[in-house]
């Protein structure tokens, strides 16, 4: 380590020799000059102040070290503003919404857009439908569409798992609003690449977790609560922060998704009206006391 100190102390000593040379003094200021000329005057020495201090064993003064050294140190390289890294966009594709807070650099985020197919379908036709081949991972970009399990907006995946065992999707899905955007990530492209892209497989495991605890409260459910708790539930759950749902599919499939039968379904929602939780009109549904209906969705069967 000392060799190494010294070495660089003799290397800014001989560059700073280099660049700033010191003029020979002679010993007697009057003295003429070598070629016969009369010597000129010399001016007062200055004072040498704290940066101007000369070491005992270098007489190169400090501040000269200083500039010499600057001139022989490599510049910092600085950093590309590529390579900053940025959440996903939100058009067209909501890659925040789907993936959570991913950071990603620009590169990263173009490669994904080219990898996607975007489809936009009318209201009535079915974006995904039962027993067909899995070959992508598939998400609602804009819209509202029917699942078994109900309606669902976007932003959301929906089907993100049936592809990765080379099935087929497990239920259809029918445009919901006058029209609805999906996106399909095919397979074929998106394993390869998310061999190196740790971080959005991880963001894709956690949104399957997510999904598969919303279908364990569903299950959990349907064996503790009753046909009145259920029915509570999903009407809260459908309509969000609205006061008034509008049932989208018939009442038989809404009786089949809660595993009830339609003559039940109806019974218990003439019963909620009669008692002033709902107002019910065709298949308009307004939710007067919410405070109740949550009270009836917590209440459990006794055991």
């Known amino acids: 380590m000392l060799t190494s100190l010294k070495a660089f102390s003799g290397r800014c000593r001989d560059s700073a020799a280099s660049r700033f040379p010191r003029k020979p003094v002679t010993s007697d200021p009057t003295a003429p000059a070598a070629d016969g000329a009369p010597a000129a005057p010399t001016a007062p020495t200055a004072p040498r102040g704290e940066s101007d201090a000369v070491h005992p064993a270098n007489p190169v003064p400090l501040a000269d070290a200083i500039d010499a050294i600057d001139a022989i140190a490599p510049a910092t390289p600085s950093l590309p503003t590529s390579a900053g890294l940025i959440p996903g966009p939100s058009q067209p594709i909501p890659w925040r919404a789907l993936l959570g807070d991913v950071l990603l650099d620009v590169d990263s985020w173009a490669d994904l857009s080219s990898m996607t197919r975007l489809h936009r379908y009318r209201h009535g036709e079915m974006p995904v439908r039962r027993g067909e081949p899995a070959a992508a991972m598939l998400a609602l ?21 049936s592809a990765w ?7 259809g899905a029918s445009v919901a609003s006058p029209t609805a955007l999906v996106m399909a990530w095919p397979m074929a492209v998106a394993v390869p690449w998310l061999r190196g892209h740790p971080l ?15 279908a364990h409260g569903e299950i959990h459910a349907l064996t503790t609560q009753d046909a009145t708790g259920r029915i509570a539930a999903w009407l809260l759950s459908q309509a969000g922060a609205a006061h008034e749902i509008r049932l989208s599919e018939r009442k038989r499939d809404v009786a089949a998704r809660l595993s009830i039968s339609p003559e039940t379904l109806s019974r ?3 019963q909620l009206a009669d008692r002033g939780v709902l107002a ?24």
């Open 141 to 161: 970009c804009e819209g509202r569409v029917s699942l078994l399990k109900g309606s669902v907006a976007a932003p959301c995946w929906l089907d993100l798992h």
């Open 165 to 171: 065992f080379d099935g087929r999707h497990e239920e």
């Open 200 to 214: 959005v497989l991880e963001a894709l495991i956690r949104a399957v977790a997510v999904q598969l605890r919303g």
């Open 268 to 270: 218990t929602l003439r």
């Open 280 to 303: 019910v009109q065709g298949y308009r549904i307004g939710l007067l006391d919410r405070v109740e209906l949550l009270a009836l969705a917590r209440c459990r069967q006794p055991v």
